[in-house]
């Protein structure tokens, strides 16, 4: 009797290496936490530093336990311990040092939304904050929506409706994460209170939130069918019920175009004015840098979506033909790609 000879795949090594930025909130966590997930038959390693036990949990939620870093010089001889196939770095930008520390202890390193000097001196940039004028990047930045990874929560396993119910009175959800610098929250909801129409207005107040709350709370009192959520899954539980949704223009837009709610977007700052995903062309109504936006502005796009029942249905068919759902396959496939060794960026 023959052996029978199996092939067993051999496992590459991938390595995550996180860092907190507060522009940038929490989604690099989550998106780190969706990738991991999906490379689970490789040898995956995860390295943080951030000072919120909030975004620990994140990764510890999916089972995923990280390795806590205070120094990126500290990384080094884990690298050298490791020998990763792959290194793939989310969050803050980086600089060209870093990637040279790392580079004698790993061919291929990806980064995700870095406009940093790392961000050249890496092999691949994949870009879901992409900017509308790009021809000043060099060939390995990727900018693109596919870069989005879908977390797990926001997946479908039901068809969504094509057309929703409106809600009586019309829900209006304002969420504006990551900060909210300005105090958008604030400035939104006081103009939203001078329409008026009988409207529901849910306000998110997520961990980030900078400021004190007693003036929200006066606003919400002074008004009807009015309140505020603070919940970490609050825009999760909000999409199936909003009519209308007013954020900010980092990376939520992505999330409410999973589902398909209509949107408009306020800049929280001069960076996010510069991403083009939420715009028009995929489904948002878009009013530039938040602390300029004026109370017509606000309240006439409202109005827009809320009015007129083609603008709205048209917004919600430009997002659900982006398919974010399918771009957790082709960003594993392409990570699988880098680790071994199937792509023809050369490294820098």
């Known amino acids: 009797m023959h052996n029978e000879l199996q092939t067993i795949k051999p496992q590459k090594t991938i390595v995550f290496i996180i860092e907190s930025c507060i522009e940038k909130g929490l989604y690099p966590f989550e998106r780190v936490a969706t990738l991991a997930k999906l490379l689970a038959n490789e040898k995956v390693f995860i390295f943080a530093k951030t000072p919120s036990k909030d975004t620990i949990r994140i990764l510890t939620n999916e089972n995923l336990t990280p390795i806590l870093f205070d120094h990126f010089d500290q990384l080094q001889k884990h690298m050298k311990a490791l020998q990763p196939n792959l290194i793939v770095r989310d969050g803050r930008n980086s600089e060209s040092w870093q990637v040279l ?88 909801l006081r103009h939203l209170t001078q329409l008026h129409i009988p409207l529901q207005i ?14 929200l709370q006066m606003m919400v009192l002074s008004r009807r069918n009015t309140s505020i959520l603070r919940d970490k ?80 249905e048209r917004a919600v068919r430009k997002q659900r033909q982006l398919n974010l759902a399918s771009n957790n396959e082709t960003l594993e496939a392409l990570l699988l790609d880098f680790a071994y060794d199937r792509h023809n960026i050369a490294s820098t």
């Open 101 to 188: 520390k790392l580079r004698p202890f790993c061919n291929t390193i990806i980064h995700f939304d870095d406009f940093g000097e790392g961000g050249q001196a890496c092999d691949c940039v994949l870009l879901s904050l992409y900017h509308e004028v790009k021809d000043y990047l060099p060939s390995h930045y990727i900018g693109g929506s596919l870069a989005f990874a879908l977390p797990t929560a926001y997946k479908h396993s039901t068809p969504l409706p094509d057309i929703k119910s409106p809600e009586n009175p019309p829900h209006i959800v304002v969420a504006f994460e990551d900060g909210d610098e300005h105090n958008l929250t604030y400035r939104t």
């Open 202 to 215: 849910t306000v998110i107040i997520d961990e980030s939130y900078q400021h004190a709350t007693d003036d």
């Open 233 to 312: 899954d609050a825009l999760l539980q909000l999409l199936p019920k909003a009519d209308v949704i007013i954020c900010n223009a980092n990376y939520t837009p992505y999330k409410i175009a999973s589902y398909g709610v209509p949107c408009i977007t306020l800049a929280q700052n001069e960076v996010e004015l510069l991403h083009a995903f939420p715009r028009e062309h995929n489904g948002f109504i878009h009013l530039g840098l938040g602390r300029k936006m004026k109370q017509s502005q606000i309240q006439n796009a409202v109005m827009e979506f809320l009015l007129h029942e083609a603008r709205s």
